[in-house]
Antibody, heavy 118, light 107 residues
Framework: EVQLLESGGGLVQPGGSLRLSCAASGFTFSSYAMSWVRQAPGKGLEWVSSISGRTVSTKYADSVKGRFTISRDNSKNTLYMQMNSLRAEDTAVYYCAKSRDAYNYDYWGQGTLVTVSS | EIVMTQSPATLSVSPGERATLSCRASQSVSSNLAWYQQKPRQTPRLLIYGASTRATGIPARFNGSGSGTEFTLTISSLQSEDFAVYYC?????????FGGGTKVEIK
């Protein structure tokens, strides 16, 4: 059974940093691209960042480029997102998502809430 | 950036009726289009990928069609569990983008 378990969310002041983790199990982690998708309270889905399986190519939304860094440790079956210079508009539930093929997503984690507020 | 526009924003349908949801891309995304269902307090669920292929375990009443810039998700006979928000997403190029969603509510 595929499982994705996010952690690391919480309350942080504007300008602060957080590191999200997503522990994956039930599939060959290194074979699949992974992504972070966020959802602000009461809003729709927004793609944030993606990382390929083995070649470790990364992509970012313009809204987070230069502030967020996606990475993965295939030996630990874990996806990460380092979030720096956080802004109020980054407040959202952050989902870890596994690519089925290309960049559509067949499994999603339960999400971790990031709140940026003073 | 490709803008994905979904219509209508809200669709009121009676159980057993057909629901037709639209998604339009601001430029061609070929068939690189997925549909997701999200119920309150739940994570998104992949329904359709490749514009028309049902994901594993998705009932046959869900059908996707279209290519290029115009896409449709049809739910042939709405069941109580189908009342939810539906999102389209393109994965043709970067950045990936989602539509704003269509809420299917009980009439």
């Amino acid at each position: 059974e595929v499982q994705l378990l996010e952690s690391g969310g919480g309350l942080v002041q504007p300008g602060g940093s957080l590191r999200l983790s997503c522990a994956a199990s039930g599939f060959t982690f290194s074979s699949y691209a992974m992504s972070w998708v966020r959802q602000a309270p009461g809003k729709g889905l927004e793609w944030v960042s993606s990382i390929s399986g083995r070649t470790v190519s990364t992509k970012y939304a313009d809204s987070v480029k230069g502030r967020f860094t996606i990475s993965r440790d295939n030996s630990k079956n874990t996806l990460y997102m380092q979030m720096n210079s956080l802004r109020a508009e980054d407040t959202a539930v952050y989902y870890c998502a596994k690519s089925r093929d290309a960049y559509n997503y067949d499994y999603w984690g339960q999400g971790t809430l990031v709140t940026v507020s003073s | 950036e490709i803008v994905m526009t979904q219509s209508p924003a809200t669709l009121s349908v009676s159980p057993g009726e057909r629901a037709t949801l639209s998604c339009r891309a601001s430029q061609s995304v070929s068939s690189n289009l997925a549909w997701y269902q999200q119920k309150p307090r739940q994570t998104p669920r992949l329904l359709i990928y490749g514009a028309s292929t049902r994901a594993t375990g998705i009932p046959a009443r869900f059908n996707g069609s279209g290519s290029g810039t115009e896409f449709t998700l049809t739910i042939s006979s709405l069941q109580s569990e189908d009342f939810a928000v539906y999102y389209c997403q393109h994965y043709n190029n970067w950045p990936l983008t989602f539509g704003g969603g269509t809420k299917v509510e009980i009439k």
